[in-house]
């Protein structure tokens, strides 16, 4: 079983900024955040692997990064230039083969 601690959602303006960090129990091979709001699916935000190799949904490249420390065993999402469209729950995400982990989940709002 692996833990993921998350930190760092909150409120904040379109146009701000946040950034979400994610605390894993032990290294894992790839990690990222995904994000869900009511009535609809959980949906890709970012993945990185501990190579560094990013993967990123169009919606959100060029505006958030993703990165990681292995050693920490942490991974972050630098959000910039925030929508009102990008409220939601995001929850850190811990791939291993054929397991999936993840956290809590922290809120994200975005006001206009």
């Known amino acids: 079983q692996v833990q993921l601690v998350e930190s760092g959602g909150g409120l904040v303006q379109a146009g701000g900024s946040l950034r979400l960090s994610c605390v894993a129990s032990?290294?894992?091979?790839?990690m990222g955040w995904y994000r869900q709001t009511p009535g609809k699916q959980r949906e890709l935000v970012a993945t990185i692997t501990m190579h560094g190799s990013t993967n990123y949904a169009a919606s959100v490249k060029g505006r958030f990064t993703i990165s990681r420390d292995n050693a920490k065993n942490t991974v972050w999402l630098q959000m910039n230039s925030l929508k009102p469209e990008d409220t939601s729950v995001y929850y850190c995400?811990?791939?291993?083969?054929?397991?999936?982990?993840w956290g809590q989940g922290t809120q994200v709002t975005v006001s206009s």
């Open positions: 032990t290294t894992i091979f790839k």
């Open positions: 995400n811990a791939q291993t083969g054929s397991l999936n982990f």
